[in-house]
């Protein structure tokens, strides 16, 4: 087989590498506004997604339709998690400010509340990304997946607090987070998130396997 051809593994990585890129500029771009970038993160993750169920390379397509389609559940759910998340940060700083019981009971409140709101934000895009539902549902799923797989969640937390440590603690991994790193991360949990998915979607795996085929004969 060439090394070039389109079949090489060399090509497929190389294919792979520019999607992932194209796609970490596009999250950029489209999240410069700030409130676009749940709309963002959902089509990010259903570009990754799809491309790693059916082999399907085309990512920028696929990133407009998804960012076109959820705008508007995404957005809200992103504002949403916004103020949720400050109301935490700010109500756990009164905590730890204050003294006696209050400030024991606010501490150990937002602690309890945080784990939860960690977990519907590490799923809440990418369910939004596969299933359409009304926003309530799809929180609800969020959190249910989440707890159905504690262990993958577990796995999902320890790859995004790696990448966060290294973006931190270690200076030449700024540059590939600057070329590529959230488009990256992306890609690694999705590849998580399409395992997940599949248990609530029988027979996903057999229709994937016959698109990637007649891609690939198309191609």
């Not at 359409?132 to 799923?141: C, S, T």
């Not at 603690?169 to 999705?190: D, N, W």
């Amino acid at each position: 087989m060439n090394l070039f051809s389109y079949d090489s593994m060399l090509s497929r990585f190389l294919y792979l590498v520019g999607d992932i890129v194209t796609l970490h500029f596009l999250w950029l771009l489209c999240s410069l506004p700030i409130v676009t970038m749940g709309a963002s993160t959902t089509a990010l993750y259903y570009s990754c997604m799809k491309r790693i169920r059916t082999n399907e390379g085309y990512p920028t397509r696929n990133f407009f339709k998804s960012f076109k389609e959820n705008f508007r559940q995404s957005t809200l759910i992103w504002l949403g998690m916004v103020i949720i998340g400050l109301i935490l940060f700010f109500d756990l700083r009164i905590g730890m400010q204050a003294d006696g019981m209050i400030g024991n009971f606010m501490i150990v409140s937002c602690s309890i509340l945080i784990i939860p709101f960690v977990l519907v934000s590490l799923y809440i895009f990418p369910v939004q990304a596969k299933f359409e539902n009304r926003i309530r549902d799809n929180l609800k799923n969020a959190l249910l997946m989440s707890l159905q797989n504690f262990h993958l969640s577990l796995l999902l937390i320890l790859i995004v607090g790696t990448f966060v440590c290294l973006t931190i603690f270690f200076r030449p991994f700024i540059g590939l987070m600057i070329v590529c790193g959230i488009g990256l991360l992306a890609y690694l949990t999705a590849g998580i998130f399409v395992y997940i998915f599949r248990k609530y979607i029988p027979g996903e795996l057999d229709d994937d396997a016959e698109r990637s085929g007649i891609n690939r004969e198309f191609q």
